[in-house]
């Protein structure tokens, strides 16, 4: 069955500390998909990237980078430079493709960044 | 633009109580989900519908129900409302194949008393 699992439960950095949030999941599936979601504090759930599992190249938008390793089946967000406004919470979230398209959420990262 | 509503986007009602919540989508995607959101739980998938007619259990879908007669509608329905079903919920929608992320709505915060 699909899992994810984000172990920290919340992370406090000051600003422009660099911050890594990590994200482990477990599928039997070959062909997955891996997404990270953000929520600030407004409530609304934003998407930030969507990665498939053929292609293990990391990934960086700005600040954001993303590290997505098979062998350990972790796709870990890091956050350079940090600033208050990155203040919120995280989701890593899995879907499977051949057995249905259900997305499967881990249980968010609350991350405070003190100014 | 395309986009999905909720509503309302706050409720209360008392324990017992049947309560609907809409969800209405216009990027004319054919799946949709519902979420709910609780502290230390992250989002868990409650229904899910994959197109016209087709609805199928979460993890959390005791005591929720969903039918999906268009492609644009996925309204979840409280049955007999509990305390235990306080929480904010969300309703998504993406394309066929997995392969693409989930739109969401701006949630429903529900409180049951």
């Known amino acids: 069955a699909q899992k994810v699992t984000q172990a920290q439960t919340e992370i406090s950095v000051v600003e422009k500390e660099d911050v890594t949030l990590d994200c482990v999941y477990e599928?039997?599936?070959?062909?997955?998909?891996l997404f990270w979601y953000k929520q600030p504090p407004s409530g609304e759930l934003v998407f930030l990237i969507r990665?498939?599992?053929?292609?293990?190249q990391n990934e960086i938008s700005g600040r954001y980078s993303w590290n997505f390793q098979k062998s350990t089946s972790s796709f870990n967000f890091t956050i350079t430079a940090s600033q208050v406004v990155d203040s919120a919470v995280y989701f890593c979230?899995?879907?499977?493709?051949?057995?249905?398209?259900?997305?499967?959420f881990g249980k968010g990262t609350r991350l405070h960044i003190l100014p | 633009d395309a986009e999905i509503t909720q509503s309302p986007r706050h409720k209360i009602t008392e324990t017992g109580r049947q309560v609907t919540l809409a969800c209405h989508q216009t990027?004319?995607?054919?799946?949709m989900f519902w979420y709910r959101q609780d502290l230390g739980h992250g989002l868990r998938l409650i229904h899910y519908?994959?197109?016209?007619?087709?609805?199928n259990k979460g993890e959390v879908s005791d005591g929720y129900s969903v039918s999906r007669s268009n492609t644009e509608d996925l309204p979840l329905t409280l049955e007999s409302a509990a305390s235990s079903q306080t929480s904010v919920y969300f309703c998504?929608?993406?394309?066929?194949?997995?392969?693409?992320?989930?739109?969401f709505g701006q949630g429903t915060r529900l409180t049951v008393v």
């Open positions: 990665r498939n599992s053929f292609d293990e």
């Open positions: 599928t039997r599936d070959t062909t997955y998909y």
């Open positions: 990027w004319n995607h054919n799946n």
């Open positions: 519908s994959y197109g016209v007619h087709d609805t």
């Open positions: 979230a899995l879907s499977e493709r051949g057995r249905d398209d259900k997305i499967i």
């Open positions: 998504a929608s993406s394309e066929s194949g997995g392969d693409t992320e989930a739109f």
